[in-house]
């Protein structure tokens, strides 16, 4: 739905909420096997992604996103040496993630090379680590990867993904998440997107549930700004192997040597105080 050609709408039904943007041009539009990706170019956001009807990626905002979902994570293990990502196609996360001199390697397993494709064309300012030697891109199904990963495997899991529907759906499940655990190291995080705390508290109700029956110790979820996600407002939910999952290296991430637009050692402490509702209306 649009309110006029100059304008593009997310109307989620869901949510009951739309997010619209003017544009000056639609960029790209392809049916990729697994789904519709569209590029347009805003009059105030930059180059837009958007795939099955839903935003991803913009030139703005996405570095509020892209930093809560990997920095915390990141300064939370001791020393976070091999990192996955599922998902994460517009690579992101994934220049993130190289920021830490002690990463050794990132691999990111997208579904869809189409997406990764799409980002180094339109939004290449996100794909300039690609070509890092401690980069690893592959594009098949992360559920599958992740199930046949051998125990101990990862430091950091971060799953970087669309909604849970389509390919997607299986990275919300209980058989994914306990994948994970067993392909964590001892000291591991598992960090995923969790949708917004406003209209998705069942969801995140879910996951904590589902985190704590696969044996991870301790959760919690993160909320940041997210402009052109639904409410405007998002989570990102980490799960850790063993501890607590606020126990953070905050003198490392004070005198961390790369610069950040969001993220910082007093936003990771401020995205740790939960909210009252959390506990009032989401139980956690
Ligand atoms: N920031 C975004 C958000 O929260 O809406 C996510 C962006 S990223 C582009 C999401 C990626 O997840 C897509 O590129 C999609 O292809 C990928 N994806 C979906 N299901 C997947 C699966 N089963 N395995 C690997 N990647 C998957």
């Given at each position: 739905?649009?309110?006029?050609?100059?304008?593009?709408?997310?109307?989620?039904?869901?949510?009951?909420?739309?997010?619209?943007?003017?544009?000056?041009?639609?960029?790209?539009?392809?049916?990729?096997?697994?789904?519709?990706?569209?590029?347009?170019?805003?009059?105030?956001?930059?180059?837009?992604?958007?795939?099955?009807?839903?935003?991803?990626?913009?030139?703005?905002?996405?570095?509020?996103?892209?930093e809560?979902?990997s920095h915390p994570a990141l300064f939370t293990v001791k020393a976070p040496k091999r990192v996955?990502?599922?998902?994460?196609?517009?690579?992101?996360t994934l220049k993130e993630v190289l920021k830490h001199p002690e990463v050794e390697l990132a691999?990111?397993?997208?579904?869809?090379?189409?997406?990764?494709?799409?980002?180094?064309?339109?939004?290449?300012?996100?794909?300039?680590s690609?070509?890092d030697?401690r980069?690893?891109?592959?594009?098949?199904?992360?559920?599958?990867?992740?199930?046949?990963?051998?125990?101990?495997?990862?430091d950091v899991?971060i799953?970087?993904?669309?909604?849970?529907?389509?390919?997607?759906?299986?990275?919300?499940?209980?058989?994914?998440?306990?994948?994970?655990?067993?392909?964590?190291?001892?000291?591991?995080?598992?960090?995923?997107?969790?949708?917004?705390?406003?209209?998705?508290?069942?969801?995140?109700?879910?996951?904590?549930?589902?985190?704590?029956?696969?044996?991870?110790?301790?959760?919690?979820?993160?909320?940041?700004?997210?402009?052109?996600?639904?409410?405007?407002?998002?989570?990102?939910?980490?799960?850790?192997?063993?501890?607590?999952?606020?126990?953070?290296r905050?003198?490392d991430s004070?005198?961390k040597d790369f610069?950040t637009?969001?993220y910082?050692?007093?936003?990771?402490?401020?995205?740790?105080?939960?909210?009252?509702?959390?506990?009032?209306?989401?139980?956690?």
């Open positions: 739905m649009s309110l006029n050609e100059n304008w593009f709408t997310e109307a989620n039904e869901e949510t009951g909420t739309g997010f619209s943007l003017k544009i000056k041009a639609k960029l790209y539009e392809e049916q990729t096997p697994f789904q519709k990706l569209e590029i347009y170019d805003t009059e105030t956001f930059g180059k837009l992604m958007i795939l099955d009807g839903c935003t991803m990626v913009s030139t703005r905002d996405n570095f509020l996103y892209h809560m979902m996955l990502i599922i998902g994460g196609g517009d690579c992101g691999q990111q397993i997208d579904i869809d090379e189409a997406v990764t494709l799409a980002s180094e064309k339109y939004f290449p300012e996100l794909c300039e690609n070509n030697p980069a690893e891109l592959k594009f098949i199904d992360g559920i599958k990867w992740v199930a046949e990963s051998a125990p101990g495997s990862y899991i799953v970087d993904s669309t909604d849970p529907v389509g390919p997607a759906l299986g990275l919300f499940s209980v058989e994914f998440y306990q994948n994970c655990f067993n392909a964590l190291s001892e000291g591991g995080v598992l960090v995923q997107q969790s949708e917004s705390p406003l209209t998705h508290q069942t969801l995140l109700k879910e996951m904590h549930t589902a985190f704590k029956e696969v044996g991870f110790s301790d959760t919690k979820t993160l909320p940041f700004p997210q402009p052109i996600y639904p409410t405007g407002w998002w989570s990102c939910t980490m799960a850790v192997k063993a501890g607590q999952a606020e126990a953070f905050e003198t004070t005198n610069k637009r969001y910082n050692a007093g936003i990771h402490k401020g995205a740790l105080a939960s909210p009252p509702m959390f506990a009032d209306e989401i139980g956690i």
